[in-house]
Structures are given as C-alpha cells and as structure tokens.
C-alpha cells in the first residue's frame, strides 16, 4: 500500500508561482512513476507531468511544457511540481498519483493504483 499525501496549493495572482509537493509513504520503489493530474470545476481530470522513480525521466502535457517543472527527492520519497507563469485557466484541484509504470503511460492510465486526496490552486486574473 502507499500513501500519497499532497501540500503547497493556494491562491496566486496570475504570472505567479507555487511549488507543489508529494510525499510518498509505504510500498514504492523504483518501478513506480508518479505525476500530477488536475481537475478544474465541471471539467475531467487530465494528465500534467510525470517522473521515474528509476532514472528521473519526464514526461509533461503541452498545456504546461516551459512553465511546470517536476522533480523529485528519493531521500525524502516526494516529487515536486514547480509552477511558474501560471494562468487563470491553471486553477484546478491538483492530485498526485502513482503506479507502476513508465511516466509517458501513467499520463493516459485510466485506472492509476495510488491517488492522494489534492490540493486546491487557485489563480485570480
């Protein structure tokens, strides 16, 4: 089993920052992938960056490429998403996910084995 508690989220003016973070606990190891997935008000959850636990590859969707950077901390088992020029279109509630695969899979996995609860990110215009 693991765990995946996330933390960072808030209100930011848009051109704005926020870094989000994902502590992972239990059962993961280096076969495992985790990412982030947003969902806005009346709209599906869609894929936003994934990283490898085994190497460190990422995998991001268009909509964030040059502005989103994730990364992660094995020493502390948590991945980072840092946001920069964020936009009022960005506002979403913010979940990670995890499973055991490649990042480029678990960014179309319809039924992804981990999932924490999310954070909400706000962004006023």
């Known amino acids: 089993q693991v765990q995946l508690v996330e933390s960072g989220g808030g209100l930011v003016q848009a051109g704005g920052s926020l870094r989000l973070s994902c502590a992972a606990s239990?059962?993961?190891?280096?076969?495992?992938?985790m990412g982030w997935f947003r969902q806005a008000p009346g709209k599906e959850r869609e894929f936003v960056a994934a990283?490898?636990?085994?190497?460190?590859?990422?995998y991001y969707a268009d909509s964030v490429k040059g502005r989103f950077a994730i990364s992660r901390d094995n020493a502390k088992n948590t991945i980072y998403l840092q946001m920069n020029s964020l936009v009022p279109e960005d506002t979403a509630g913010y979940y990670c996910?995890?499973?055991?695969?490649?990042?480029?899979?678990?960014?179309?996995?319809?039924?992804?084995?981990?999932w924490g609860k999310g954070t909400l990110v706000t962004v006023s215009p």
């Open positions: 239990g059962r993961t190891t280096t076969h495992y992938s």
């Open positions: 996910a995890a499973h055991r695969t490649t990042p480029q899979v678990l960014a179309v996995l319809l039924d992804v084995e981990y």
């Open positions: 990283i490898s636990w085994y190497d460190g590859s990422t």
